[in-house]
């Protein structure tokens, strides 16, 4: 199996599935000098934790890091970074009797497909719970990011039909903060802690977006054609289970948009360059701007419901009925917000090594 690699220099690598011993990333590529610790990352797992709060499931994992190799005397060495999550609190039991049925909504059908024999248990290495690895590899990425100032912050703008209104920049972090579903809108947040909830007791699941900003980017960032960095974001963030789509900038308004509305206009301020709209999102032809980037993705409803669905017996090969039990997030949006800015600042942290702010070497 191929396809868990991300990065030319910076690389990561994520392994384990969700009911298997652990889950991790080794990161490669990382220069040496970098202080990092186990308490770095742990804060960074602990964002997308689960059973922390009523809207996310109840699995009760720590998610308690080990590094295990790449970091000497409080620093990084240059040599690849290992790290691992091991699990503790799997039930399998509620799996057994769908290993020939292919859950709605679910990978199990395409991954039977391609390769036959696979990890069905919670989902195997289709499972959400994969994103350790990329919130493991995000951890040594934003502290890469920190040397430049650079901040990466991610919120839940909508859940369902609700919809945050636009917060102050100033305020988005500290917003979310304060609310179980890390909204910057406390009103809104309310009403969708209210939904999720209220959808969780009839069986059912609601879908919704993330907004992912950062700031303080430099100029020149990307390469022109198949490397650019809106494309390398794009593919990142579709890399996330459950993620439908991916806006950048104006994203499909842009689609209505006469040239005079979308075009961002350049002027100077304190002799630096800087545009007086942001419709791009921070990224003109593959390369950032300076500006501060914006991107939003689609997150789907949960797939795993308690609601009796259709679904094909494979072994009979005849029309069932099945009924998932096992605990499961009501709402992906919460906690997937650690996975987007971990996987936007691993892909940051790439191109700015490949671009030479960063010593591939050492710090």
């Not at 859950?103 to 199990?108: E, I, L, N, V, W």
């Not at 990466?152 to 179980?180: C, F, P, W, Y």
């Not at 689609?255 to 002799?271: H, I, P």
Request: hydrophobic letters at 35%.
């Amino acid at each position: 199996m191929s396809g868990n690699t991300i990065g030319k220099i910076f690389k990561i690598t994520t392994f384990g599935s969700s009911h298997g011993t652990a889950l991790g990333a080794v990161v490669d590529g990382c220069p040496a000098g970098l202080e990092l610790s186990k308490e770095d990352m742990q804060k960074e797992l602990d964002k997308r934790r689960p059973g922390t709060s009523k809207v996310t499931t109840s699995r009760g994992e720590t998610d308690e890091v080990q590094i295990l190799s790449g970091i000497f005397e409080g620093k990084t060495d240059g040599t690849p970074i290992a790290a691992a999550v091991y699990n503790r609190d799997m039930d399998s039991s509620a799996y057994k009797a769908l290993r020939n049925k292919p859950r709605p909504g679910h990978a199990d059908y395409g991954w039977i497909s391609k390769y036959g024999h696979y990890d069905y248990r919670g989902g195997g290495r289709a499972s959400g719970r994969t994103t350790i690895g990329h919130v493991i590899g995000g951890a040594v990425a934003k502290k890469l990011l920190e040397k430049l100032n650079i901040k990466v912050i991610a919120h839940v703008t909508k859940v369902g039909s609700i919809e945050a209104q636009k917060i102050k920049l100033t305020e988005i972090e500290k917003n979310i903060e304060n609310n179980s579903v890390r909204c910057a809108d406390l009103e809104a947040a309310a009403k969708m802690e209210e939904l999720i909830l209220d959808l969780k007791q009839k069986g059912d699941s609601v879908g919704g977006i993330v907004e992912t900003i950062v700031l303080n980017v430099p100029a020149g960032l990307g390469e022109p054609v198949f490397d650019k960095l809106d494309a390398d974001i794009a593919k990142v963030l579709m890399g996330i289970g459950s993620v439908k789509g991916v806006e950048i900038g104006a994203g499909f308004e842009a689609a209505g948009l006469k040239g005079s509305q979308m075009n961002d206009e350049f002027y100077m301020d304190n002799n630096k360059i800087k545009t007086k709209t942001n419709r791009s999102g921070g990224i003109l032809g593959g390369i950032s701007d300076g500006m501060p980037i914006i991107t939003r993705m689609a997150v789907k409803p949960t797939p795993s419901i308690s609601k009796v669905q259709e679904t094909v017996d494979l072994e009979k090969m005849d029309n069932t009925k099945i009924e998932i039990r096992g605990r499961h997030d009501p709402c992906i949006c919460p906690r997937v917000t650690s996975v987007a800015e971990s996987s936007i600042a691993v892909v940051l942290a790439d191109h700015l090594i490949r671009a030479g702010f960063i010593n591939s070497c050492k710090l």
